[in-house]
């Protein structure tokens, strides 16, 4: 079975949206699971709470950015804002991640550059961009391409990669990418994503939920920010947030559509584009929703949607089937994400491309809490 088929049964099962005879025994076997995870989680967290396991601080102000759950709460772009509010205000900024999904580089790459054993990978110098998006993963990536004077560390071990960054480039904050988990690193300031339209996971941990970590690891959190806020009544996940933490500051923000950006000539086009246009939409991200939402809200006319697991990377028959059929429709433009543009092939579907390409640049939108935004960037900035 294909993985967007298994990814799309177990999120009608965990979701309760599927209630036959089978999905109810899956639910059972789930929750069992469950339990085991929710012990091993809360074990390791207990193990660092007592200095049984050290925490260790590379030697500067340390920001992670991460999430409770599974799956899209916009950490990218979030990420992103953070880097340029900081380099804007002079701070050298490192973001360190760990490369999800990363492939490792080949023995001939490695040989190359003298690195024969899995090491810290530098993505970006802060010049200049150094690897591609399948070595370092799409993140780091996308980020690195979009960031100026800015260093993109990858590196599984996140305690090394921010050593790293400050021995080899004199950095003084490191964004920690994903780092809500990642308690081994000590941090300043815990960014935690709550995802307003799916917060909590169907309030199940791993497999029967989308929870990472039991709701008590927001107590951690000295920053939420409740993502993809627009038209949704944040207030109920308000008071659940403040049942675990009734200290952290909560903002609250939403996706800007900036403009489309043309996949094979970099041309960027006002959003305004596909007002009255039919597309399609072809993704690989873990909650397309709200993207195809946002292509609706300006004026698209969405006629096919493909959509594959998150991550995915696309192959050339993929691509030239979205073409055919493309044409098949009489479609105007293929719509793809920021994120899967790393992942899209350029040279596939040469022959058969009848319509353009475009990948949405988009922005995040502080909703409420912008000055709490703005106070946490001026106590790094200025302390």
Not at 39 to 62: M, N
Not at 245 to 263: F, H, Q, R
């Amino acid at each position: 079975m294909p993985a967007k088929a298994i990814e799309q049964k177990w999120k009608e099962i965990v979701s309760g949206s599927r209630n036959d005879r089978f999905a109810r025994f899956a639910r059972g076997t789930l929750s069992a699971a469950s339990k085991l995870f929710g012990i091993a989680v809360r074990s390791r967290t207990k193990l660092y709470e007592h200095g049984i396991f050290k925490r260790s601080w590379p030697g500067c102000v340390v920001i992670s950015i991460g999430n409770i759950t599974v799956g899209g709460t916009g950490k990218t772009p979030v990420t992103e804002t953070f880097a340029r509010a900081l380099t804007a205000g002079g701070r050298k900024v490192a973001i360190v991640s760990r490369g999800y999904k990363a492939k490792s580089p080949s023995l001939k790459w490695r040989r190359k550059h003298k690195q024969l054993y899995p090491t810290t990978l530098v993505v970006h110098d802060g010049k200049n961009l150094l690897l591609g998006a399948r070595v370092s993963g799409d993140e780091p990536y996308m980020l690195a391409r979009n960031l100026e004077n800015v260093i993109v560390i990858v590196d599984h071990d996140r305690v090394r990669g921010s050593r790293y960054a400050i021995s080899h480039f004199g950095v003084d904050t490191i964004l920690l990418d994903d780092g809500m988990q990642h308690i081994r690193l000590q941090r300043q300031i815990d960014v935690v994503l709550i995802d307003a339209t799916c917060p909590f996971g169907f309030d199940k941990l791993l497999p029967a939920g989308l929870l990472r970590e039991p709701l008590s690891g927001l107590r951690r959190a000295t920053h939420i920010i409740i993502t993809k806020s627009k038209n949704v009544d944040i207030n109920p996940i308000k008071a659940v947030i403040r049942k675990y933490n009734d200290k952290a500051e909560i903002m609250s923000c939403y996706y800007e559509p900036v403009s489309l950006v043309n996949l094979h000539t970099g041309e960027c086009v006002p959003i305004e584009t596909i007002k009255d246009n039919n597309v399609f939409v072809m993704t690989g991200i873990a909650q397309p929703e709200g993207f195809i939402t946002l292509l609706k809200e300006n004026g698209a006319t969405v006629q096919r949607v493909y959509t594959y697991p998150d991550h995915h990377r696309f192959r050339r028959d993929e691509i030239e089937h979205v073409y055919r059929r493309a044409a098949n429709w009489h479609t105007d433009a293929v719509i793809i994400t920021e994120k899967d543009s790393v992942r899209f092939s350029k040279k596939a579907g040469l022959r058969v491309r009848n319509c353009p390409i475009y990948y949405l640049k988009i922005e995040i939108k502080i909703q409420s809490g912008e000055k709490k935004f703005s106070d946490c960037i001026m106590n790094i900035c200025y302390p």
